[in-house]
């Protein structure tokens, strides 16, 4: 049985906070031991980057991954091995630097934990950044894998969640700023040659935050395509690719944040609205395998013929294939949102406790909010996790909302594919 998300916000914090305060100390005279010998590379050369939780998260440091490739550095990547699937889409860092962590139990985590130590040092890591703005456990991964360099964000005087001493280079994270750009400010921090307090004071253009495009093969491109005529076909729904559109309706959201929900029910009314403006078009209800009897209420209350329940249709590896054949993609705000973005497609995504300002996918994405007073309510400084239980921020997002929005983005696909 996976560690369910608030048991592993607790161990974090009250295991965290006394294993940081001690392990700060005895990581600061190491650090005092290394300079007197002053060994190591001057730049970074083996980078590793930490992101455990967030799959998206595997998307929007890309380019931030891509600018430390570019200055010469070799990457290494550890996550969670549930979130490895992620890395995958882009591949940027090669499968073989690519460490993982088996959360499904305190064992295995324990265990993998230590063999993480073991291999970064025996990989010789001499940089590692650490992309989390929550979690304690990284910070104490950060400090205690033998980098010598280690850049991370600190609260400095701000209030917000301790995790002692472990940085050796000390990131402002702005909230102000898309996340992508603070990634690559932690780029800036790990190759300045001089100490800056604190870093990064750079401006960061948006031409920087581009996104790389997934390499499509064209042999799973037509398996993808079949296997969804198939599924029309055994439906008894006439759909042709390229003649009908591909609509795609993401419903669900992960549990690290149920909160971001547009309710079922909103989602099978859109799903009704769909279908009445384009009663032609095919509407494929996605999801993971287990997400099926959740995707299977939202096409249930529907009722609309044309819609098919989609969950664990595909793998991890065929979302981009199935990206690129679709039109239009609704979605909570969640990874699917991100993972799309390295492909044409078009999506609109539903915003609540989150902020697109911060979160937003870089892809072709029209982002919808409320923009209520209490929103956003989840933040570095609460551990991303919020007291609310009343979600008003999402259920004020309209059905014709979000409709209109669709439109536009069928529009606009149209125009691309000569409709």
């Known amino acids: 049985m996976t560690i369910s998300v608030n048991t592993m916000r607790a161990i974090d914090h009250w295991v ?3 294993l940081c305060a001690i392990a700060s100390p005895v990581v600061a005279l190491i650090d005092s031991i290394k300079n007197i010998f002053n060994r190591g590379p001057q730049t970074p050369k083996r980078l590793l980057f930490i992101e455990l939780s967030e799959m998206g998260s595997a998307i929007l440091v890309d380019p931030a991954m891509r600018n430390a490739q570019a200055r010469g550095a070799e990457l290494f990547f550890l996550i969670f091995k549930s979130n490895r699937a992620s890395l995958t889409l882009l591949n940027t860092v090669k499968p073989e630097n690519i460490f993982t962590i088996d959360s499904s139990s305190l064992g295995s985590l324990i265990k993998d934990t230590v063999r993480f130590l073991w291999i970064a040092r025996w990989k010789r890591i001499d940089t590692v950044i650490d992309l989390e703005l929550f979690s304690r456990f990284t910070a104490l991964l950060t400090g205690l894998c033998g980098a010598r360099r280690r850049v ?6 701000g209030e917000g969640l301790w995790r002692g001493f472990m940085l050796t280079r000390k990131v402002h994270y702005n909230p102000h700023i898309h996340i992508t750009k603070n990634f690559l400010s932690l780029i800036h921090a790990a190759f300045a040659r001089e100490i800056e307090v604190p870093f990064s004071k750079i401006h960061i253009a948006d031409s920087e935050v581009q996104l790389e495009q997934a390499v499509i093969h064209p042999e799973v491109l037509e398996k993808v395509r079949v296997r969804i005529e198939k599924k029309a076909k055994e439906a008894n729904i006439p759909y042709e690719h390229g003649k009908n559109r591909l609509i795609l309706i993401n419903p669900n959201a992960s549990d690290l944040l149920p909160q971001r929900r547009w309710a079922q029910q909103r989602f099978s009314e859109l799903i009704q609205a769909v279908h009445q403006r384009y ?3 095919l509407i494929l209800i996605t999801g993971s395998p287990a997400e099926f009897v959740y995707v299977d209420k939202v096409r249930t209350v529907a009722n609309v013929k044309n819609a098919l329940n989609f969950a664990g249709q ?10 690129t054949l ?9 990874g699917p949102g991100h993972f799309s973005a390295v492909t044409p497609l078009r999506t609109v995504v539903l915003f609540g406790p989150e902020t697109p300002a911060l979160y937003g996918s870089v892809g072709n994405s029209i982002a919808i909010t409320a923009n209520l007073a209490c929103s ?23 059905v014709d909302q979000v409709l209109e929005k669709v439109i536009v983005q069928l529009n606009d696909a149209d125009k691309v594919k000569g409709r």
Request: net charge negative.
């Open 376 to 398: 956003p309510c989840v933040s570095a400084a609460n551990h991303r996790k919020t007291p609310c239980q009343d979600n008003v921020c999402m259920q004020a997002i309209t």
């Open 326 to 334: 679709s039109d239009v993609m609704v979605t909570n705000d969640s």
């Open 314 to 323: 595909v793998s991890f590896a065929e979302l981009p294939p199935l990206y």
């Open 16 to 18: 965290g906070v006394p």
């Open 152 to 157: 991370g964000y600190h609260i400095f005087h």
């Open 279 to 281: 009663p032609e078009d």
